[in-house]
């Protein structure tokens, strides 16, 4: 960045403009995006989302006052980073919870990120400890649609029968994450 | 029409955008020395804006911006007026292909760069503003117009004004060189 877009997002930060923060950080399955408002981490996009389609959903969904500010977020990508070079086995990150949808989906994700590091839950366990055991469906959305993937660990949740299922940075991503955290 | 399209882009990419054009305005319109200064207060103004911003014209809305800060800039200064960019210089702050916007071109003659944008130094604020917009910024004239709040055909006269008196000054340095 130049010194003259440093200054001026330096300066918008003082001023309280600038509603949505991003950085790009560096992970082993290639470069992601994540982004703060002053409430906290709001969005991490994973390294197979388009980083232009990412920002325009932020424009629209939270603010167009969105500007490219990493020292907003030095603490997001440490822990990211020793998180990704196993040094890291629990986030300490205040969340800014307003992409997900209010009500059961937003349950089904803040349940999920109580799932330790390393062990695994199935869609029914999510379903039930947001409490609608019988929509074990309607959660898979939801961790389908989580907005801070990693940081909220949808990747562990899995199938009943111990496939791996979907993820919204592709099953391989998945299956990395685990190997990663030791649970395959 | 799809939602997306008339959004608002996010504001890195407004600024990507738009940076390098309002840059070679403020160096035509307040000199070098003092466009970053003007350029800083511009962006941040449209950043406080910035939600109420109509996506259809964008360009035109900063350069609005722009030019407002030029006149405060000018307003503020009790001497005169200082060395406005030299061409080189408004040709580097420029982006993408060279336009058709040669001011040499339009004045039928090539004198010096310099001594032009010296005599478009003395112009009167609103002839500036529109022969910077045309030639240095590279608009059409429906954009000049639109990025100073008048119509095409003002910008077109303010254009055609200022040339005149360039002109004249330009004819005035042939006779003082020969």
């Known amino acids: 960045m130049s010194e003259f877009v440093d200054r001026l997002a330096a300066r918008a930060n003082e001023d309280g403009l600038v509603d949505v923060a991003y950085a790009t950080v560096e992970t082993p399955l290639g470069?992601?995006?994540?982004?703060?408002?002053?409430?906290?981490?709001?969005?991490?996009?994973l390294p197979n989302q388009p980083i232009d389609e990412v920002l325009a959903r932020l424009a629209k969904d939270v603010s167009p006052r969105v500007l490219e500010f990493p020292a907003r977020l030095d603490e997001a990508r440490r822990e990211l980073d020793q998180y990704f070079q196993g040094r890291r086995d629990h986030f300490e990150l205040p969340l800014d919870w307003r992409l997900s949808h209010p009500g059961f989906y937003r349950r089904v994700l803040r349940a999920t990120a109580r799932?330790?590091?390393?062990?695994?839950?199935?869609?029914?366990?999510?379903?039930?400890?947001?409490?609608?055991?019988?929509?074990?469906?309607?959660?898979?959305?939801?961790?389908?649609?989580?907005?801070?993937?990693?940081?909220?660990?949808?990747?562990?949740?899995?199938?009943?029968?111990?496939?791996?299922?979907n993820y919204g940075g592709g099953p391989e991503m998945k299956r990395f994450l685990l190997e990663l955290e030791g649970a395959l | 029409m799809n939602a997306m399209a008339q959004a608002l882009p996010p504001f890195q990419a407004f600024l990507d955008d738009h940076l390098h054009p309002v840059r070679a305005f403020l160096r035509g319109m307040v000199g070098p020395n003092d466009a970053e200064d003007c350029?800083?207060?511009?962006?941040?103004?449209?950043?406080?804006?910035?939600?109420?911003?109509?996506?259809?014209?964008?360009?035109?809305?900063?350069?609005t911006i722009a030019r407002r800060k030029a006149i405060d800039h000018h307003r503020a200064r009790t001497k005169g007026p200082r060395p406005v960019?030299?061409?080189?210089?408004?040709?580097?702050?420029?982006?993408?292909?060279?336009?058709?916007?040669?001011?040499?071109?339009?004045?039928?003659?090539?004198?010096?760069?310099?001594?032009?944008?010296?005599?478009?130094?003395?112009?009167?604020?609103?002839?500036?503003?529109?022969?910077?917009l045309r030639f240095a910024v590279d608009l059409r004239y429906r954009d000049v117009g639109e990025a100073m709040g008048t119509s095409e055909d003002a910008a077109r006269r303010n254009v055609h004004e200022a040339l005149k008196k360039l002109r004249a000054s330009a004819a005035e340095l042939k006779e003082m060189t020969r």
């Open chain 1, 115 to 165: 799932v330790p590091f390393g062990e695994v839950i199935t869609y029914r366990d999510a379903a039930r400890r947001a409490g609608n055991p019988r929509a074990s469906r309607a959660a898979g959305t939801a961790l389908g649609s989580n907005p801070i993937p990693i940081v909220v660990p949808c990747h562990r949740v899995i199938r009943t029968g111990g496939e791996v299922g």
């Open chain 2, 85 to 132: 960019a030299e061409p080189q210089q408004l040709i580097d702050g420029r982006t993408g292909r060279e336009g058709t916007g040669s001011i040499d071109g339009a004045l039928g003659m090539s004198p010096r760069h310099s001594e032009i944008w010296a005599a478009v130094a003395e112009l009167p604020a609103s002839q500036r503003a529109a022969v910077v």
């Open chain 1, 31 to 45: 470069t992601g995006l994540v982004a703060a408002t002053p409430k906290g981490l709001v969005r991490v996009a």
């Open chain 2, 39 to 63: 350029l800083q207060e511009t962006f941040l103004a449209a950043l406080r804006a910035y939600p109420r911003a109509e996506p259809g014209n964008l360009r035109a809305w900063v350069l």
